[in-house]
């Protein structure tokens, strides 16, 4: 029997996760023992994939580490399947007490910061498992650019955008759509001149502020107000009547958000704890700033925005570099595509390069191949 650690902390790398997961399960021989730490665990649930919970690395002043370690030989693993994140992490953690001596693949479920998700914050150094998972080749190059050796680096597709589409057709997903979409209308009944523009926020104030050398000339609260003061245009030149809705990042907590006056003055509605694709599914238009919620809008072929208002220095996007959606660098550049948006809703839009349906077999190739090796 062949023993997989799989294990992750953040929603994006759950999410990558679960379909390789899945994949494996179905595989004769193939134990798959799961691990989860902060959000990943939601998912896991979601997704109904049985797991341990372990505690959120650097919050127990070095004693994760000896979880790590009971983890490790509790289970024996054969190999290791990482999801990855910035700073102290469970899946850097968990390399660096296997020191090698197991086999290991980390999936990176986005196109940015390659290098911070292998770096230890408490001592620089880089951790590389024996490979890594990107989406596409551009990915591959990017995380070359950051000093990745080349032959670690494998572009196997994303697994959990390889699922989006199916997942888009589920009678429950876009009844759970249609709930919401009433919900946030205040209404049950269908009005062709009420719209719903949907904030997918990140938290770069805590992450990417001013003070940061991450900085990009702007905050989620720069987008937000930017958004509202947009809409605000649309509906002056329109008859339509536009509701604004704020979904939280997995890392944000509406306890603790603080919006801008424009949004508190407009009564923005604020959402947190929801799934992502119905809630994109009951949008007309997804609006954010470099998100993955804006690379899941498109694959479920719904019309998004990047919108990076001041951006300094280069666009690093994947969406907008590749073309599957356009940046908006201004208000008025922002309330142009808005209006082209909501006033015509068959603009036509195209499926992603990177989604190409059998990430989660290739990875589950690539495991069984590695510990083969053991």
Partial sequence: MTTILAAAQETGAANALAPVIKELDRRVGVN??????????????????????????????????????????????????LGTAWGQSLDKLLLRVASGDVPSISIVDTWSYFAERFTDPRTGERVFPTRVAVADEWALEEAVQHGFPRHLLVATGQPHLDM??????????????????????????VENSRRIVLFASEAFTRHAGPSTPYYRGYTEIDGLEGLVEAVQCVEKT?????????????????????????????????VADQPSLPCILAADVIVGMVSMFLIE?????????????????????????????????????????????LTNAGTTRRNPPFTRGDAASRIADMALELTSFC
């Fill in 32 to 81: 798959v023992v799961v691990a989860a730490a902060g959000n990943a665990a939601r998912v896991f649930v979601s997704e109904g994939i049985k797991h341990q919970r372990v505690g959120l690395p650097g919050k127990h002043d070095g004693r994760e580490m000896d979880g790590i370690r009971e983890l490790l030989a509790g289970t024996s693993p054969h190999l290791l399947l």
């Fill in 297 to 341: 809008a498109s694959v479920a072929l719904k019309p998004a925005i990047s919108f990076q208002p001041g951006l300094h220095g280069r666009d690093g996007f994947v969406g907008s570099r590749i073309g599957l959606m356009p940046v908006a660098s201004s208000v008025q550049e922002l309330t142009q595509l808005l209006d082209e948006y």
């Fill in 164 to 189: 989006l589409p199916a997942r888009v057709q589920d009678p429950e997903i876009s009844q759970q759509a249609q709930r919401l979409r009433r919900n946030w209308l205040r209404t049950a009944s």
């Fill in 238 to 270: 329109t008859n339509l009547r536009i509701e604004v809705v704020l979904k939280l990042h997995p890392e944000e907590s509406p306890n603790f958000f603080c919006p801008g006056p424009r949004a508190i003055q407009r009564g923005v509605r604020v």
